[in-house]
């Protein structure tokens, strides 16, 4: 299905739309707080619908201390997901699940590539200085091409916030744009720093923008701002990614990160994918979570939906 | 049953059923069959007739008919409980209400699917919404029972409260009425509506497990007969109602003259309006909580949606996609957004006007999916092509109907916002803070939510304006409704007293003639003296029948006039500052207290008081006017307390145009005591003067002309009080009337006001209008209503 979609082209900096989008907080977090409420998945289809988050999840490590070592762990777990025994006994051997795709810093990239083998799941590399990205602008291109000729398939830049706070949209547009170019057939996730945004005004202006200038993805965080991925922060870049659609065709993929651990978070948002844009919304080639924990509390969820148990962590193997 | 597998592949919603176990075991435990529950028990079943579950169409219980010999000992119940509670300390009537309140949680989930399998609307309102809201009203109460003493001196509990409750919100309705009822020291009898009565019965069970008093609190099943002995039962001394404005108007006129208090919350048509800077996905969600919460069965729901020209289309092509993914299907789903109507007679009203819709033009759209066949469901629907002149768009509908309409201005959207004869509610969508707050002043409705819709709390009060009825639920606006001033113990109320029987004229009843200029009083409307309509005069009498004077013989024609006059100024005077109206009436003042003499040998020559008593009543008309004057910058409003992030502002606004009938006693001074309140408060009056002292009225047409008053404020026409009392309560156009005369004129005029709902305020045993009582706050509550703003903020 991923090759059936047409890459988002990007379209010509429209600032009247840009400065003409306004979001009211308030409604926007009443709608972001019902919609858990509204909707909800049990039993089988809670299973599957976990399932399915597994297959969207970048199972990321970001740590100053990261090794080949834990990023070969988390590769393995990356390949096997989930126990044999739950797989069958779930009965989706046949649907082999894995997860999205590895995230890693730069220099894990040739261990993670090589890790995952022959595996097709690609590995991410979060790139241009990572995570405030305020080095030198040349510095942050060279690294995105790096990491494409190290063998990432996917990266996940950062913006400089300033040009967000002080309203330099058209500053924001070109950065995301020779990112964009630099990534080659690597595909581009813009990270927004949502919780750095101020407002969720600017984040839809700046989901707006890094679209318009190519993203194929727009993510929440980079993990490391004081929020990360909300409910609202959500809701407001989907409706953005909708008015993008509406207006150019192309559909932009959607990466919640940061702060996602638990598997009733996971199915929060694929609720609001499936809401608010629909179950296109729920491949991995247009949704992804940023996650390192969140894995283990599904396969916990999972187990207790196959044994009707609670289960422990340490009965399923670290990532 | 679809495997994890399949299901996977299609990542489609599945059931989530709320479990009604506990449910169907308490209706088990009571056989299915129930009584009436009266002084702290359930009575024995009589003649019944059958609770459905609207989802399933099958019959959840049998419920017992109330006949009037059951209404009786519901009343009696309540009357023999009233001393003993009324005669608790505030603090243990708040422990009760606390307990209420704790109760409702304990049970929540409980409530909420009987809730849920009784009305037909869905576990996630029940139990988000409704029970929530339940249990805050009964903490918000507690508290005002804690501090009813010293929050509401002089004021004590109506009595025996009687209080009818409609279908679509039950256990919150009950929760509406129960709370303030208690904490004001009142009893009730409350009679759910007969296609839900069930929380109300599982409510009256636990409340008396949780403590409360027998016989505090009676609940009473039936159909509207039941209401009405209810209503009409003579130990009953405050009736509230909620439900449709027809039953509304039977109950204003049932109850007219009968002294009883009455609050009545009825039905909408409430405007959804939507301006070109809003932000539209936040609109379209908005308008899914207006129109599509709770099937669209609200009596504010959002049910006209009016946007701006330019954004329309894309409005409306957001509303259908979002259409599109609301799920309707079973109430206990923990997954729909819709559940069930509550009866086939709903269902099938909601399908006539749809089709009453179509047939006048309308384009009728409905999302692709279709409701369940079983039980009686109705899809989501939006007409557009509809016009004011719609039958659609002026009826309630109440379900899931949405029609839509566009406006080119803000002016326009408030034209066509209140071109409706309701005014309940109105939600407004602008990210521009100064068009949103310009426009909620302007829309004629009881709360406005801005940026938001269908938010309550029990701390600022829900009500309408217009047909949508009057009283308020919640905050302090609320409690008053059941509360009534305490008569002062050992001082009995000096009465003036007027001769009942008219003066028999003198044999000459000229007056003698002085050689002065002939002085005329003729009527004065719109600033100006006008001659009377038909040139009839009335003679007015002095005390041994010496003809002291004529004025003009007032008729419909000339109060139809003087209303007309009163609109136009209404539109400047409403919106003068409370500083300028001040002003004014501190002019008043001065102006009349210039001609004391004059005043006070008027009134002489009419009343036959003494030169001390008719002097003190132009000095205490002279104070009354400083008093309103004083209070025109000071009745504020309030900022309620709300549970969101943002304020409710609780504003007094004028009730516009209102009629008075003034009291024969105290010619003067019972003329300013009525009519300075309101315009103090931005009212414009058409007064009618003591029909039988009308000169001291008459004569401050020059004050009023030498104080700046503007033309059309005070407008009074002379003449036969109870005749011309009833024109003004039938008139449409006014919207208020005080009256103070006889009884069967007050009754006249409270059976008149259903017409247009217009607030009355009818008092028929004389008043002395120089006790300090006269004055102040209690004539400042009646003079306004109250709108509440809801004004949710964040960046």
Not at chain 1, 72 to 92: E, I, Q, S, T
Not at chain 2, 767 to 795: C, H, M, T
Request: aromatic share 8%; glycine share 10%.
């Amino acid at each position: 299905m991923s090759h059936t979609l047409p890459r988002n082209a990007g379209a010509p900096l429209d600032l009247d739309l840009v400065l003409a989008t306004r979001v009211n907080k308030s409604a926007a977090e009443r709608r972001a707080a019902t919609i858990p409420t509204r909707r909800t998945v049990k039993k089988e289809w809670q299973a599957a619908w976990l399932l399915r988050a597994i297959t969207l999840m970048d199972l990321t490590t970001l740590s100053g201390d990261d090794t080949a070592g834990n990023v070969k762990r988390l590769c393995a777990k990356a390949r096997h997901p989930l126990r044999d025994d739950l797989v069958d006994a779930l009965g989706v051997r046949s649907l082999g699940i894995t997860v999205g795709a590895v995230c890693v810093y730069h220099q894990l990239v040739p261990v993670a590539v090589e890790a995952l083998g022959e595996s097709g799941i690609p590995v991410a590399a979060v790139s241009t200085g990572f995570p405030a990205g305020l080095s030198p602008f040349a510095q942050r291109v060279a690294e995105i091409k790096e990491s494409v000729a190290a063998g990432a398939r996917e990266i996940d830049i950062v913006i400089t916030r300033s040009h967000v706070l002080t309203g330099d949209w058209r500053a924001l547009y070109e950065e995301v744009a020779a990112f964009r170019a630099a990534c080659g057939e690597a595909h581009l996730k813009a990270i927004l720093a949502t919780g750095e945004l101020a407002t969720l005004t600017n984040v839809a202006r700046a989901s707006l923008v890094a679209m318009m200038a190519g993203a194929d993805f727009i993510k929440t965080s980079t993990g490391k701002e004081g929020t990360n991925a909300t409910l609202p922060f959500a809701l407001v870049m989907c409706r953005m990614i909708r008015e993008y659609q509406a207006r150019t065709g192309f559909l932009v993929g959607f990466k919640p990160a940061g702060g996602i651990r638990t598997a009733k978070q996971s199915l929060d948002y694929l609720l609001l994918m499936k809401e608010e844009l629909g179950d296109r919304w729920l491949q991995p080639d247009l949704f992804r979570f940023g996650a390192s924990s969140l894995l283990t509390d599904i396969e916990r969820q999972l187990e207790m939906f196959v044994t009707g148990r609670y289960a422990a962590a340490h009965r399923h193997p670290m990532p | 049953m679809a495997t994890v597998a399949e299901i996977f592949q299609t990542m489609e919603y599945g059931p989530a059923p709320e479990a009604d176990g506990p449910a169907r075991a308490w209706l088990t435990q009571h056989g299915g069959r129930f009584g009436h529950f009266i002084g702290g028990q359930f009575t024995k079943v009589g003649t019944t007739f059958d609770v459905i579950d609207p989802s399933t169409a099958q019959r959840l219980a049998q419920v017992t008919q109330g006949t009037t010999k059951d209404v009786d000992a519901a009343v009696a119940a309540a009357r023999k409980a009233l001393p003993a509670w009324k005669k608790l300390s505030g603090h243990a009537r708040a422990k009760h209400l606390y307990a209420l309140a704790r109760m409702v949680q304990k049970h929540a989930r409980l409530f909420a699917v009987v809730e849920s399998l009784d009305n037909g609307k869905s576990i996630r309102e029940t139990r988000d919404l409704d029970i929530p809201l339940v249990a805050r009203h009964f903490y918000h109460h507690a508290g005002w029972a804690q501090l009813a003493a010293t929050e509401f001196p002089g004021y004590e509990g109506v009595g025996v409260v009687g209080q009818i409750i409609p279908w679509n919100f039950p256990l919150l309705m009950l929760g509406w009425k129960i709370a303030p009822a208690l904490a004001a020291g009142n009893t009730v009898v409350l009679k759910p509506a007969e296609f839900t009565p069930l929380t109300a019965l599982l409510f009256a069970e636990l409340a008396s497990q949780a403590g409360l008093p027998d016989g505090v609190v009676n609940v009473i099943t039936g159909d509207g007969r039941t209401g009405a002995a209810l209503v009409e039962h003579p130990k009953v001394d405050k009736i509230a109602f909620t439900g449709s404005t027809d039953v509304g108007r039977i109950i204003r006129r049932a109850t007219a003259g009968s002294g009883k208090k009455l609050s009545l919350e009825l039905g909408g048509k409430s405007p959804f309006i939507v301006y070109e800077d809003a932000d539209l996905d936040a609109a379209v969600e908005g308008v899914v909580d207006a129109i599509w919460f709770n099937q669209g069965q609200v009596c504010c729901a959002g049910s006209r949606l009016l946007v701006q020209e330019g954004i329309a289309e894309r409005m409306i092509a957001k509303l259908k996609a979002r259409m599109e993914r609301l799920r309707v299907g079973k109430p206990l789903d923990k997954t729909v957004d819709m559940g069930a109507i509550v009866a086939p007679d709903q269902l099938d009203r909601i399908r006539t006007l749809v089709e009453k819709g179509r047939d006048e033009g309308a384009e009728v759209w409905q999302p692709s999916w279709a409701v369940p066949t079983q039980g009686y469901f109705y899809p989501p629907t939006l007409c557009t092509n509809v016009e004011p002149a719609s039958t659609i768009a002026q009826i309630e509908i109440f379900g899931p109907v949405l029609v839509a309409m566009t406006f080119r201005t803000p002016e326009e959207s408030v034209a066509l916002a209140n071109n409706t004869p309701f005014g309940l509610a109105a939600s407004v969508w602008s990210e521009n803070i100064n068009l949103a707050l310009d426009i909620a002043p302007k829309l004629k409705a009881g709360v406005v939510w801005i940026n938001a819709t269908n938010l309550f709390d029990a701390s600022a009060g829900f009500g309408g304006y217009r047909e949508s009825g009057f009283g308020r639920e919640g905050g302090r606006e609320g409690m008053y409704e059941y509360l009534k001033p305490t008569p002062t113990p050992g001082v009995v109320p000096v009465v003036p007293v007027v001769p009942a029987v008219a003066v028999v004229p003198a044999a000459r009843s000229t007056p003698p003639h002085s050689g002065a200029v002939d002085r005329t009083a003729k009527l004065y409307i719109g600033g100006k003296q006008a001659r009377p309509d038909a040139t009839y005069m009335r003679p007015v009498y002095g005390p041994k029948g010496a003809l002291v004077g004529e004025v003009g013989d007032g008729n419909r024609k000339d109060l139809r006039n003087a209303v007309e006059a009163a609109h136009a100024a209404w539109k400047g005077w409403s919106k003068a500052t409370g500083h300028a109206r001040a002003q004014i009436l501190y002019y008043i003042g001065e102006n009349l207290s210039a001609r004391r003499d004059e005043f006070a040998a008027r009134l002489r020559a009419m009343t036959g008081a003494t030169a001390k008593v008719a002097g003190a009543e132009v000095d205490a008309a002279v104070s009354r006017f400083f008093t309103y004057a004083s209070w025109a910058d000071k009745y504020d409003g309030a900022v309620h307390n709300v549970p969101i992030r943002g304020v409710a502002l609780a504003m007094h606004e004028p009730i516009g145009v209102v009629g008075v009938a003034c009291p024969d006693e105290a010619p003067l001074l019972g003329f300013v005591s009525l009519v300075a309140p309101l315009i103090a408060t931005g009212n414009c009056v058409v007064a009618v003067p003591s029909e039988r002292w009308p000169l001291a009225a008459t004569d401050l047409y020059q004050v009023f002309d030498t104080s700046d008053v503007p033309g059309g404020v005070i407008n009074i026409v002379t003449g036969a009080r109870d005749p011309l009392a009833l024109v003004l309560a039938e008139h449409d156009d006014v919207e208020g009337l005080w009256y103070r005369g006889s009884h069967a004129g007050a009754t006249a005029v409270e059976r008149a006001s259903a017409a247009n709902m217009k607030r009355t305020w009818a008092r028929w045993t004389p008043s002395d209008w120089a006790r300090p009582e006269a004055e102040g706050r209690e004539f400042l509550r009646e003079a306004v209503q109250v709108k509440n703003i809801w004004i949710p903020y964040g960046e």
